[in-house]
């Protein structure tokens, strides 16, 4: 029982332990992956600080982690010695009145001594039982989230997507995102016009089920949102947004992302998007790799690849969010 107390005190501090390394790994990683606006701003100062406090916390829980460990170790051994040391004095008590001979007091010893090895082992074990149990559930929490349970309905073949009564709101703003009704059939082609900051981005992440609105709902042929299987959104939703990332990798893999493709299928097709001279500046090589987040290429050649690979990926729902903000006439 004390230890299995002492076990889930210790899963808690590792649970936040487990948490601050996260934030420190996020940060560490959302500062590389933006190096080169770093550089351009030339703020390292500030990033530095940044992930020095980061540092500094999760040494913090590191250091309460192995402080409480220490003091589970030294009551354990206290309790331990303590109960060895009471039973010695009764066995000696027992056998000073010829109640019980020196051979039971010779196995006693031998017996704790074997007992206690267990004991240590069995809190280790209890201990790192709470602690996978912690990792498990914050592993979940990000990849799954536990605020959005999801249903098992898996529309085949779907004819219309609605929204009613839709309200939206993020936790920074006060006044909500309202769409009253919204209705697109399959094979329809639908343009979200309004001024910059009224929700268009947002209606598209709602219809892409990648947030949720607070009242109201959508529907796929009637069917609600939450009773329908993610699979359906992952395999039929794709969005191409004006904030073009490319992966560090070469022209072929941002393109094709793993569909095997011909070489010349790619460059024909990069030929109809005028992307002949990206070619010519990447040596004519579709090995070439693109550098970080495509820094190699222009703004406007990474919108029109985004959009050449989103086609090569075959959706049935396309949500196109300004995907000509960097292109010319």
Known sequence: LITNCFSKKIAILADKLNKERAT????????????????????????????????????????????????????????????????????????????????????????????????????EYVKEVWEIGKYIDTLEETTEGKNEKRGTKNPDRWHCIEGKEIKFTYPHKKQPIVVPFFNIRKGEKVAIEGKSGEGKTTILNLIGSWIFPKEGRFTVDNVPYEEIAEDFFKNNVILVSQETELFDMSLEENITLGKPMPKEKIIEMMSELDLNTTIERVHHNLDTRVGEKGIRLSSGEKQRINLLRAVLLYKEIYLLDEPTAHLDA
């Open 24 to 123: 420190m790994l996020e940060r560490f990683i959302d500062f590389m992956s933006n190096i080169t606006t770093i550089k351009k701003l030339g703020v390292y100062n500030f990033t530095n600080k940044r992930l020095k406090e980061n540092i500094q916390q999760t040494n913090r829980k590191v250091q309460n982690l192995q402080d409480y460990h220490a003091k589970r170790w030294f009551i354990l051994q206290l309790l331990c010695g303590i109960t060895f040391l009471m039973t010695i004095i009764f066995l000696l008590y027992e056998i000073a009145t010829q109640k019980t001979s020196v051979a039971v007091l010779v196995l006693f010893m031998g017996a704790f001594g074997s007992l206690r090895y267990h004991m240590y082992s069995m809190s």
